[in-house]
């Protein structure tokens, strides 16, 4: 509480809007412990010793926990690989701002979508597992996508990358567009 009240002093009205918080909490998850909870999938408990989940004072969390708590609130969740390396450093924002806008838009010259022209300064950086589907907002889950082309992703249409980089587009009905 004492951390929350400093921050409110000390924090510069002119550049904070009234409902922002500058508080953050970094909830630190290992890759694979991530991904298991996040996709529902049962943890492989000959890494149990080996689990990441923690803040960053170092209280351990459930990773359920750690998963449910940044996806409802705004807290950063930093992930890092085996050998300790930030891999995902988590926005507290909904939309691609900045270097993580910046690194979405550089993937492509185009919109992503097949036979789209529409250069990227026409796109905006997109989700590819949509906000509202808990996806992320970090480069891996972004994708250049035009107005026309956003709103063909709101009818059922999905685009994304597959582990080799490679795009896909889905129709509604799940068949894949080439």
């Not at 890092?80 to 492509?108: H, N, P, Q």
Request: proline residues 5%; aromatic residues 4%; glycine residues 6%.
């Amino acid at each position: 509480m004492m951390a929350m009240a400093r921050a409110s002093v000390n924090r510069d009205p002119d550049l904070a809007r009234p409902s922002a918080s500058s508080v953050c909490v970094d909830i630190l998850l290992d890759h694979q412990t991530m991904q298991a909870h996040a996709s529902g999938a049962t943890p492989d408990p000959r890494r149990f010793r080996n689990v990441v989940s923690r803040t960053q004072s170092g209280r351990r969390l459930h990773p359920d926990d750690a998963i449910n708590t940044a996806l409802v609130n705004h807290i950063r969740r930093v992930v890092y690989d085996s050998s300790g390396t930030i891999i995902e450093l988590g926005c507290r924002s909904r939309l691609f701002r900045g270097s993580s806008s910046d690194a979405v838009m550089l993937l492509l010259t185009t919109c992503v979508r097949i036979g789209c022209d529409q250069p990227v300064a026409w796109c905006d950086a997109d989700h590819s597992l949509g906000w509202k589907a808990h996806g992320a907002t970090v480069p891996r889950n972004g994708q250049p996508l035009c107005t026309c082309h956003q709103n063909l992703k709101e009818t059922g249409f999905q685009v994304h990358r597959d582990d080799c980089g490679h795009w896909h587009i889905i129709d509604p009905e799940g068949n894949e567009i080439t």
